[in-house]
């Protein structure tokens, strides 16, 4: 500030669309409150960006206090309904694009891609106040009258694309799921080589057999719950699992034999997707936890399950819905049901509900 009168940058000056657009840096404790978000204030048409999904804030916050040494967030983008004055440091050269930007205190600061980083940052600082003397970077576009806020907006997110989950799941290296996943697939011989790593999911012509998300998931239902132990212990006991399915699973060993195509199992059969391996380990779990001796000589039972697609009398409602497999949470549950029934396995109260729901509507129909 200067003066009391105005805010002070210090930016680079850029061009855009041919028009003045300027980078700074913003110090953390000042980002709540020189760029509000108060959407009760804010008529519909100043309001340039999504409403606040406060769900969101939470875990956007944790990801800051748990990570103070190596979080990153990306610039903030900000309309600003004022005139400005930039005072460039050279009058030639690079060095003319650097200077000071100079903003009235009257304007009007309307965030177009940024508002649930700011609102994270906000609820951050409350628990962690020394994260107030950090910065983050802040592109300033002119909009007098915001005319062009909300267009501003949709044009920042038009070309968005999340990436895949799988693609994710490589590059994450915080969550101990994901590093044990990765480290399952490179250790283990049944999956090396046949784990699609960037995409979640599979064209017909992929030489692959499963996608990291679907191990990934799958793992991840296999340890939840289980009593606490070891990274490395988990990651053993996680390889054990696979590989002991592998085993009872022919056409998997096939695939890597070259004796069949990976597109010809996926075609034919349902224990390479996702909601299947996903019911494996929500059963495999059940084995372990009531037979931790005997869990993989009692696994050899399910040589006797018939996974082809074409099994509509088993598969359909459970993993598969009009002859299309589905990932719902319910169908994870039904399929599991079914691998439970054949390892002779009790249902678990909240199993036996979504059973029952199931035989009341097949009677209904």
Same mark, same amino acid.
């Given at each position: 500030?200067?003066?009391?009168?105005?805010?002070?940058?210090?930016?680079?000056?850029?061009? +855009?669309?041919?028009?003045?657009?300027?980078?700074?840096?913003?110090?953390?404790?000042?980002?709540?409150?020189?760029?509000?978000?108060?959407?009760?204030? !804010?008529?519909?048409?100043? @309001?340039?960006?999504? +409403?606040?999904?406060? &769900? @969101?804030?939470?875990?956007?916050?944790?990801?800051?206090?748990?990570?103070?040494?190596?979080?990153?967030?990306?610039?903030?983008?900000?309309?600003?309904?004022?005139?400005?004055?930039?005072?460039?440091?050279?009058?030639?050269?690079?060095? %003319? /694009?650097?200077?000071?930007?100079?903003?009235?205190?009257?304007?009007?600061?309307?965030?177009?891609?940024?508002?649930?980083?700011?609102?994270?940052?906000? @609820? &951050?600082?409350?628990?962690?106040?020394?994260?107030?003397?950090?910065?983050?970077?802040?592109?300033?576009?002119?909009?007098?009258?915001?005319?062009?806020?909300?267009?501003?907006? &949709?044009?920042?997110?038009?070309?968005?694309?999340?990436?895949?989950?799988?693609?994710?799941?490589?590059?994450?290296?915080?969550?101990?799921?994901?590093?044990?996943?990765?480290?399952?697939? =490179?250790?283990?011989?049944?999956?090396?080589?046949?784990?699609?790593? $960037?995409?979640?999911?599979?064209?017909?012509?992929?030489?692959? !057999?499963?996608? !990291?998300?679907?191990?990934?998931?799958?793992?991840? $239902?296999?340890?939840?719950?289980?009593? $606490?132990?070891?990274? @490395?212990?988990?990651?053993?006991?996680?390889?054990?699992?696979?590989?002991?399915?592998?085993?009872?699973?022919?056409?998997?060993?096939?695939?890597?034999?070259?004796?069949?195509?990976?597109?010809?199992?996926? =075609?034919?059969?349902?224990?390479?997707?996702?909601?299947?391996? +996903?019911?494996?380990?929500?059963? %495999?779990?059940?084995?372990?936890?009531?037979?931790?001796?005997?869990?993989? =000589?009692?696994?050899?039972?399910?040589? =006797?399950?018939?996974? /082809?697609?074409?099994?509509?009398?088993?598969?359909?409602?459970?993993?598969?819905?009009?002859?299309?497999?589905?990932?719902?949470?319910?169908?994870?549950?039904?399929? &599991?049901?079914?691998?439970?029934?054949?390892?002779?396995?009790?249902?678990?109260?909240? $199993?036996?509900?979504?059973?029952?729901?199931?035989?009341?509507?097949?009677?209904?129909?």
């Amino acid at each position: 500030m200067s003066n009391g009168f105005e805010y002070v940058f210090p930016a680079i000056r850029g061009i +855009q669309a041919q028009r003045e657009y300027y980078v700074s840096m913003c110090p953390m404790r000042l980002l709540p409150k020189l760029f509000l978000f108060d959407e009760e204030e !804010l008529v519909p048409e100043l @309001r340039a960006q999504r +409403q606040l999904n406060k &769900a @969101r804030l939470p875990e956007l916050s944790r990801y800051i206090t748990e990570n103070p040494n190596d979080y990153v967030f990306s610039a903030i983008t900000v309309s600003i309904d004022a005139a400005v004055n930039f005072e460039r440091l050279a009058m030639e050269g690079d060095a %003319g /694009r650097i200077g000071l930007l100079h903003i009235p205190m009257s304007a009007r600061f309307i965030i177009n891609d940024g508002q649930h980083r700011r609102a994270a940052i906000d @609820r &951050a600082l409350r628990e962690k106040p020394e994260l107030g003397d950090e910065s983050i970077a802040v592109v300033f576009f002119l909009d007098i009258g915001l005319a062009r806020c909300q267009q501003m907006f &949709a044009d920042l997110n038009r070309y968005a694309i999340r990436p895949s989950s799988s693609l994710s799941i490589l590059y994450d290296y915080r969550d101990e799921t994901a590093r044990l996943a990765k480290a399952l697939i =490179a250790k283990s011989s049944v999956f090396r080589d046949v784990i699609e790593l $960037e995409k979640t999911s599979l064209s017909p012509r992929s030489g692959r !057999l499963f996608t !990291l998300s679907a191990i990934y998931h799958a793992t991840d $239902e296999l340890l939840s719950g289980m009593q $606490e132990t070891a990274p @490395r212990e988990s990651a053993e006991l996680a390889l054990s699992f696979w590989e002991a399915v592998a085993g009872h699973i022919g056409e998997w060993g096939r695939v890597r034999r070259g004796e069949l195509s990976a597109g010809e199992v996926r =075609a034919d059969f349902i224990h390479t997707h996702g909601v299947v391996l +996903q019911a494996l380990a929500r059963a %495999g779990r059940s084995l372990i936890q009531r037979h931790p001796k005997q869990w993989q =000589a009692k696994l050899a039972n399910i040589e =006797a399950v018939n996974w /082809r697609r074409s099994n509509s009398n088993l598969w359909e409602g459970r993993a598969l819905l009009g002859g299309r497999v589905s990932k719902a949470h319910q169908n994870v549950i039904l399929t &599991a049901n079914a691998i439970k029934n054949h390892l002779g396995l009790a249902l678990s109260p909240e $199993e036996q509900r979504v059973e029952d729901a199931l035989s009341r509507g097949n009677n209904g129909s």
